[in-house]
Every structure is written in structure tokens, then in C-alpha cells.
């Protein structure tokens, strides 16, 4: 028996079996450290399970073993710099290997992992610091992130410990060093001192378009829920090798390098890239024999305006595509390149996969798929009356008086208002709309605040974004609502072009014109505005927020 088959069936023959018999069998006491590392490093000692590379010719392959002894040694090193259950730890780690043995050993003593981006300053950090209580961070050994940490520690109480990966700095506690003089026997807790099922084990700042970020907690069975993630969307099959294309301080990390791959028993690919190419990557892929594939339709794009004839993709089996609508051009492009079908998938910081294609369906371009059976997935009304089909709503997550399932969220830390905002009367409301088809297959319009209502139409920024991106002009763009005195708002495009193409009165006509024909016509932007660059939070999604403040100024 697999491990994973421990917890899952995994033999389903259709998509109505997988909803009406799917069901996991969560253990007592589950601990990721020791239930999947540990277990592997017994039942598969020498199979692979990390495969790293960096663009300076370097690389390393970890088998289930070496995790499991760096992760008792990594253990065993933090305890005795007085890390212990409980204890919040800030992971600024990048691409860099030593995040993997360092999250599982944060999971076995019972710490909580706090991961996140080297893009933060110090006003970041110090924010985050003093939120989540940060006692101590391991950092990546970078000059600008050390400096940043180090300019934020008169500022942060808790931070009491500093660790860097490969670093030799004052007031900085070598990392790699400490592990390496640490023992490898490490002896696991009475289970009086092992954290228990619902305790914080993970806690991510997650930006929204406006606001400060918030913290979402996840607990010690957050894994399992993954096991949606990898298995039945990515279709991780045992001795494969699957990347996922993330930085480590973002939860699709987790998502795509580390919790469902290796429960499906599938190694984890990591490019540990200083820039994205196109070309290298696509190399990387053929040079390892990457055998499923995720990444957000910016990058297919990207990678699509190279030649796939130069790289052999054999390996290649299997496709799935998340992090922001998936443009129909880009799964259509992609499929006459390589024969695969990207799966697209929706999910959130706050949940695992909640909507995806699944192995058994056939996916329609652009749409998300279909609910993920782990929850209770239906489209509402502001009434909270379930959408007729094709009707728009909000897509939420019914609970009821049930245990919230295995991937949700406990609710955001230290915010109890904000949480029973969106957490309440049995119901977790997503704030992203959608409707659904007489298939039952859901189709994204946008974050809620983002929707335009124009003349009586409700308008969803993607739709427009989709029709325009197809047009060869158009490299990202951003749709927002305009304030209108006739129509409440009309529909505005702010442009970044592609390479070759010029603003011009003429072109906007022709970018109109084109709206017009692909989408239905009252869609179309009425105000285009060519910029060089989108305002993006810190993880990447564009401010729609910030464009509307922008132009709310000017109308002043």
C-alpha cells in the first residue's frame, strides 16, 4: 500500500464517484514531520525526493532519507538555541533547499512556520514581527534581506534569534553550521509535548489589494487537505518529478513543493532561479525530465513565445494552471505546442484547491472546473440564496455545524472581526464571483470589489482582460470601473503594450473594436490608458484598488 493510500482512495473512476465517496482518514495526531518524512525515509530510504538547481551550474538531489536526518539535525539545533513548541519562526528561505528540512523540523518540534517573500523592507517586517510575535527568522543569504531584518530588529521585542543559510555575519547565527554539528538522532516529544491536530502549524501574510495583509493560520492537519492539490488536480504520480513554479514565502509553495507531492510519493523539482526566462526554464524542464508542471498563465505566456521544437518534453505529462484566470489563447496555444490540456484550478491562502478540472473531466478554456468534493462549494446571492445557472454570485464554502474539513483555514490571527466577516452563520465567503454552467462548470468574473456595474450590466474585469489580451498588441492589463454620470461606471483598460507597438488613438480604436467582437459589445473599454508598468501588491496581483484611487483623483 502507498502512504498516501493510508489516508485517501485513490481509485476513482469519474468525477461523480470522486464527490459522492471521496473522504480522508485524518489520524489522532497527524504530524507532516514524522507521518510523511519520516514514514518515507523508512518505506523508501533512496528515492528521490528534493531535485535542486540554481543558475550557477550547481545542483543537488535529497533523498527521503537525507530530508528526514537534516530535518532531525535542523531539529535538534533549534532546540538548543530555545526554539520550541509554539514558538513563531519567520522562513526567508527563497529557493533555497535548506527550507525543506527546516519547515519539517519546525512541524516536528511543533513550532509555527512563518513563511515569506525576500521582497519585504523593513517596514514590512517589522510589521509582520510584531503581529505573528516572531521570535526568530532563518534567512537566505542575501545582502539586502539580511540588511533589512537587521533595520527592523530595534523595532521587533519578540525577534530574539537570527540564523542565515550559508552566511558567516555578525549577530547573525550560522544556519548551515549548526546543522551540520548537530546530532541526527532526534528524539521525538511524549505526546504530551506534540502539538495537537487544530494547533497553529502555519501562518501566512497574505496582501490583498488594499489593507494590511492578513494572517491565516493553518493547523497540523492542513497537509492532508492537499492531497486534493496534488493527487487529483496536478495528477502527482509516485517517482515523478513535479514543479511548481513558486517562491518559497508564498503558500503555493506548500501548495505545489512540498505537502501533496510528497504524500504522493512524487520528488520536488526546484529551480532556484535569479530571474525567470523563458528559454532556461523551458531547458530545465527538458534537462530533469519535469513530469507535471504548475504555473500561472503569465509564465505559459511567456514560455509560449519561445520554439517548444527545441526542447525535448517527453517527460512532460501533465499540466495544471493557477494564480489568475487562465486567457482561453494561452490553453489553446499551449495545446497545439505540446498535446497537453492545462488543468486549471481556484483556490486561496485560506483553503487548498476548492474548484479545479480533475483528472477525469475534460476542461473547458477558461473556466476553473468543477467543486473539489473536500468542500461544500455553491454560488450565492447577496440573499445567500444558491445562483440559478448562469446567474453571477459569490463562491463560498458551506460548513454548517460540521468541523471545518482538513485545507481550511482556523481564521485570520488576532483579527476576530475580520475573520467573522467573511467566516459566519456556517458559511466562508470567498469575496470571488463566478456563475456556473448547465455542466456545472464554474467560470471566474472577479474579486467582488472588482466587479463593474455599467448601465444595468454587471461586468466582470476578466472577461474584458481575456478579450484583450488576445490581441496582439496587449502584453497585462488591468480592467476598472470608471465613474459615470449617465451609465454609474463605464469600463477602463490601462494597457501595458507589447514590444513593436506604440500608443495611438488609433490603436485604442482598434484594441475597442476588438472588444467588441470577441466579447458582447457593452463590455468594451470606453477610457484605454497606456502605462509601462501595473501597480501589484507584494505577491504579485494587481491593485485595481490603486488604479481606481488614481483615477477617482484626477476626477477631482
Not at 503558500?251 to 513543493?257: F, H, L, N, Q, Y
Not at 475534460?362 to 447577496?382: A, E, F, H, R, V
Not at 448601465?455 to 470601473?481: D, K, Q
Not at 490603436?507 to 458582447?520: G, I, R, S
Request: glycine share 6%; charged share 25%.
Amino acid at each position: 500500500m502507498s502512504l498516501i493510500e493510508k489516508y485517501v482512495r485513490v481509485d476513482f473512476k469519474s468525477y461523480e464517484d470522486f464527490v459522492q465517496n471521496f473522504s480522508i482518514n485524518v489520524p489522532d495526531r497527524f504530524n507532516f514531520g514524522y507521518d510523511v518524512v519520516d514514514e518515507l525515509a523508512k518505506t523508501s530510504p533512496d528515492s528521490r525526493a528534493l531535485v535542486w538547481c540554481n543558475d550557477r551550474g550547481e545542483d543537488k538531489t535529497f533523498t527521503y532519507k537525507e530530508i528526514s536526518v537534516l530535518s532531525n539535525k535542523t531539529a535538534n539545533f533549534l532546540l538548543s538555541l530555545g526554539i520550541k513548541k509554539g514558538d513563531r519562526v519567520m522562513l526567508i528561505l527563497k529557493r533555497n533547499y535548506q527550507f525543506w528540512y527546516a519547515i519539517t523540523a519546525l512541524h516536528k518540534i511543533g513550532a509555527v512556520a512563518v513563511p515569506a517573500t525576500h521582497l519585504l523592507t523593513k517596514k514590512d517586517l517589522v510589521y509582520r514581527n510584531n503581529r505573528a510575535d516572531i521570535k526568530a527568522v532563518i534567512c537566505t543569504n542575501d545582502e539586502l534581506v539580511l540588511s533589512h531584518v537587521e533595520a527592523a530588529e530595534p523595532e521587533s521585542p519578540t525577534l530574539k534569534i537570527k540564523l542565515s543559510a550559508n552566511c558567516k555575519r555578525d549577530g547573525w547565527i550560522p544556519f548551515d553550521e549548526g546543522v551540520e554539528a548537530a546530532s541526527e538522532v532526534f528524539v521525538k516529544p511524549a505526546d504530551c509535548d506534540l502539538p495537537e491536530n487544530g494547533d497553529i502549524m502555519l501562518l501566512y501574510f497574505t496582501s490583498g489589494t488594499s489593507g494590511n495583509p492578513k494572517m491565516v493560520t493553518h493547523n497540523f492537519v492542513y497537509p492532508l487537505g492537499h492531497i486534493i492539490t496534488s493527487k487529483f488536480w496536478q495528477n502527482c504520480q509516485k517517482d515523478g518529478l513535479h514543479l511548481t513554479i513558486a517562491d518559497t514565502g508564498w503558500a503555493k509553495a506548500v501548495w505545489g513543493k512540498l505537502y501533496g507531492q510528497w504524500l504522493c510519493e512524487t520528488a520536488i523539482f526546484v529551480y532556484d532561479m535569479d530571474k525567470f526566462v523563458p528559454d532556461i526554464l523551458l531547458e530545465k524542464i527538458a534537462k530533469y525530465k519535469v513530469t507535471s508542471f504548475c504555473a500561472p498563465p503569465t509564465m505559459y505566456r511567456f514560455m509560449l513565445g519561445e520554439d517548444f521544437s527545441k526542447y525535448d518534453l517527453s517527460a512532460l505529462k501533465y499540466c495544471t494552471i493557477a494564480g489568475e484566470p487562465l486567457n482561453p489563447e494561452v490553453y489553446n496555444k499551449f495545446f497545439r505546442f505540446t498535446g497537453h490540456k492545462m488543468m486549471e484550478g481556484f483556490g486561496q491562502t485560506e483553503t487548498v484547491v476548492t474548484v479545479a478540472n480533475f483528472p477525469w473531466m475534460t476542461p473547458k478554456p477558461g473556466s476553473m472546473g468543477k467543486p473539489s468534493p473536500l468542500y461544500n462549494i455553491d454560488i450565492i446571492d447577496s440573499e445567500g440564496k444558491s445562483c440559478a445557472i448562469g446567474d453571477e454570485g459569490e463562491i463560498v464554502v458551506k460548513i454548517g455545524d460540521n468541523p471545518p474539513p482538513p485545507g481550511m483555514f482556523l481564521g485570520y490571527h488576532k483579527d476576530e472581526e475580520l475573520t467573522n466577516s467573511v467566516w459566519h452563520d456556517g458559511v466562508y465567503h470567498t469575496g470571488d464571483i463566478a456563475w456556473k454552467d448547465e455542466e456545472g462548470y464554474y467560470w471566474y468574473v472577479g474579486r467582488n470589489d472588482d466587479v463593474i456595474k455599467s448601465s444595468g450590466y454587471r461586468i466582470g474585469p476578466f472577461e474584458v482582460e481575456s478579450a484583450l489580451m488576445e490581441h496582439p498588441a496587449v502584453l497585462e492589463t488591468a480592467i476598472t470601473a470608471v465613474p459615470d454620470e449617465i451609465r454609474g461606471q463605464i469600463v477602463k483598460a490601462t494597457i501595458i503594450l507589447a514590444k513593436g507597438y506604440s500608443p495611438s488613438e488609433e490603436l485604442k480604436k482598434e484594441l475597442q473594436d476588438h472588444v467588441k467582437k470577441v466579447t458582447a459589445p457593452y463590455k468594451y473599454p470606453r477610457i484605454i490608458e497606456f502605462v509601462d508598468e501595473l501597480p501589484k501588491t507584494i505577491s504579485g496581483k494587481i491593485r485595481r484598488v490603486q488604479l481606481r484611487e488614481q483615477d477617482a483623483k484626477k476626477s477631482d
